[in-house]
């Protein structure tokens, strides 16, 4: 996809700079519009009107963001070297040259940027211009896959099922469920707005309002990662919020010409993604509440053996401390132990990645049981299997096929207890019943699982 999508891009971005040179030097003078003296003089002749104007300039510097979207697919690097050393320029270039011709010629106002080019390069323009713009839907796409895996890994989403595809770089995945909804979600924008005119007021909105939240979010970085001072971090975002919101401000009053469709979206995935943490953290407390201390449990196998047999069983569970409602109702139901059981968690660290070496911490414990942890950053791809046969170079073997890999099923019902409300309880529950497997999840052959049922009250 990249040997197919890059030359076109390259090209595309070389010949905006080309277009946009070749009226810089027509016309000169356009590069006096580096002065903000310019800026501060527009202002102060239009008032209001300038500040209203900034809804519309906006729209020239978005785009860029959907580059920084695809950083898990290709890391920092290449984002930087592509955007500061070749996408910048050439925009800037481009964006100068319609400048420079509207000083020559004030009527090209219909349409400066095809205008830039010679009556005989307009076709072949719109075709290049069509091309890119379906390659650069390609970003905001795989944009959408990057991210809501990430969330998936932070526990703000339910499991979905992704397919990777490539065979060398993990970050490329495709998540069918992502991708049809983005299908419904133009559709329907198509249907409603009908142009892409009418369209601006919904997009500048919700690229201004990112601008905002992303600063926000970058001074909470610098001040508890980056160790800066919290007045370092305070005075650098209100910097850039003093930009972020007068754009904002600029767009707000198109909140009702169609500004309001990102907002609806915002506050919908908002509630997706917030229940859905709150409502995993109410499960896991109740399941907390009726766990057996895991000593006590161990202590009372030592004082009442019972049959094992072979083979190595795997408790999957959330809770290191407690004993997994699996492996109780295996009891319950078996009246057996393997010979050798392992409860495995599973963590998502709130980084890109653990190092390998890192990974997994393995505690034996009493009657031949093992606590194994695995921790996962939000880049990482969880792979149970992988992680076992990593194993094998602590001295702790794993034969797949001798291995069970046991998983409780929750059925949740939904209850008047403080928690949620129930509204968001019900939500929570079809979400939950959508949700992907584990074993698919977790990448455990299913011919290897047991599941066994029970139920929660939220």
């Known amino acids: 996809m990249g040997a197919l999508f890059g030359p076109i891009m390259c090209l595309w971005f070389l ?55 695809d950083m898990g697919h290709f890391g920092r690097r290449p984002i930087r070297l592509a955007w500061l050393w070749f996408v910048w320029p050439a925009l800037l270039l481009n964006y100068f040259g319609q400048g420079a011709l509207l000083l020559r010629d004030p009527t ?18 719109v075709a290049l211009a069509t091309a890119a713009t379906v390659i650069a839907s390609q970003a905001v796409i795989s944009g959408a896959f990057s991210v809501t895996r990430q969330a998936m890994q932070l526990g703000y989403c339910p499991r979905l099922t992704v397919v990777h595809t490539s065979a060398r770089e993990i970050g490329q995945i495709y998540i069918p469920l ?30 201004t309002g990112t601008m905002a939240i992303d600063t926000i979010l ?85 004082a009442h053996p019972l049959h094992r047999v072979p083979g190595t069983a795997v408790f999957m569970t959330a809770n290191i401390e ?66 076992l046969q990593a194993c094998d170079a602590m001295g702790f073997e794993f034969n797949l096929m001798e291995t069970s890999f046991f998983f409780s099923r929750e059925t949740l019902i939904s209850t008047k207890v403080p ?8 939500l929570f529950i079809s979400m939950a019943r959508n949700a992907a497997g584990a074993m698919t999840f977790f990448r455990i052959p299913t011919n290897r699982v047991v599941e066994l049922g029970s139920q929660v009250e939220l």
């Not at 419904?184 to 690229?207: E, M, P």
Request: aromatic share 12%; proline share 5%; with cysteine.
């Open 15 to 69: 010949v905006l700079a080309i277009l946009g040179l070749i009226s810089i030097l027509a016309e000169p003078s356009v590069l006096r519009a580096v002065s903000p003296l310019y800026a501060v003089r527009f202002f102060l002749d239009h008032h209001w009107y300038g500040v209203l104007a900034l809804g519309a300039v906006v729209l020239a510097v978005t785009g860029g963001e959907a580059l920084y979207a």
């Open 218 to 302: 970058a001074a909470v970085v610098a001040a508890t990662l980056w160790s800066w001072s919290r007045f370092a971090a305070i005075a650098c975002a209100v910097a850039f919020l003093v930009v972020d919101l007068a754009f904002f401000g600029a767009n707000v009053v198109k909140l009702f010409h169609g500004g309001w469709v990102p907002v609806v979206i915002a506050v919908a995935v908002f509630t997706l993604f917030s229940t859905w943490k709150r409502g995993r953290e109410l499960l896991l407390r109740r399941l907390g509440l009726g766990a057996i201390d895991l000593d006590s449990f161990l202590a009372g196998i030592a």
């Open 178 to 207: 992502v991708n049809w909804g983005l299908l419904a979600g133009v559709v329907v924008l198509v249907l409603i707005f009908r142009s892409s005119s009418n369209l601006a007021a919904a997009y500048g909105i919700a690229v």
């Open 419 to 426: 928690g949620m409300a129930q509204w968001r309880e019900k």
């Open 322 to 387: 407690g004993v997994p409602h699996a492996l109780l109702h295996n009891l319950i139901h078996n009246k057996v132990l393997h010979e050798r059981v392992v409860l495995l968690t599973v963590t998502n660290e709130d980084v890109p990645s653990i190092p390998a070496e890192e990974r997994i911490a393995l505690e034996p414990l009493a009657e031949n049981f093992y606590r194994m942890l695995l921790r996962y950053g939000f880049k990482d791809e969880p792979d149970v299997p992988a992680a």
């Open 108 to 125: 090209a106002t219909q349409s400066p940027f095809y205008l830039l080019a010679p009556s005989w390069g307009l076709y072949p323009l």
